[in-house]
């Protein structure tokens, strides 16, 4: 089973970026869907990215769209999420999970298997 761990949050000020990886392990990595999610404190967990499993195919949420870019290498068993711009609606715990996919090329920001990790806190401060 595909195992992923979140690493790359921090604090930061309004305006500023940070990059998340998400690593995983197995040789199965290239025949998932990866996906980045974020829960904020008492608001449920929210869909904020995904990509394909070729990489070719990226969606995003509205909230982030034009602001963050997700990214893999699967030479490297590795998916990242490059957030510029970031404010403090921002502020959330971020994880990746594999999500949804019906080929090479789709993704959607809906969990699939496994179970979530313990995820990145990335806090955006005005």
């Known amino acids: 089973q595909l195992q992923l761990v979140e690493s790359g949050g921090g604090l930061v000020q309004f305006g500023g970026s940070l990059r998340l990886s998400c690593a995983a392990s197995g040789s199965t990595f290239r025949y998932y869907a990866i996906g980045w999610f974020r829960q904020a404190p008492g608001k449920e967990r929210e869909g904020v990215s995904c990509i394909s499993r070729s990489g070719g195919t990226t969606d995003y949420a509205v909230s982030v769209k034009g602001r963050f870019v997700i990214s893999r290498d699967n030479a490297k068993n590795m998916v990242y999420l490059q957030m510029d711009n970031l404010n403090p609606e921002d502020t959330a715990t971020y994880y990746c999970?594999?999500?949804?996919?019906?080929?090479?090329?789709?993704?959607?920001?809906?969990?699939?298997?496994?179970?979530w990790g313990q995820g990145t806190q990335v806090t955006v401060t005005s």
């Open positions: 999970a594999s999500v949804i996919s019906t080929s090479q090329t789709t993704c959607l920001m809906v969990r699939g298997s496994g179970a």
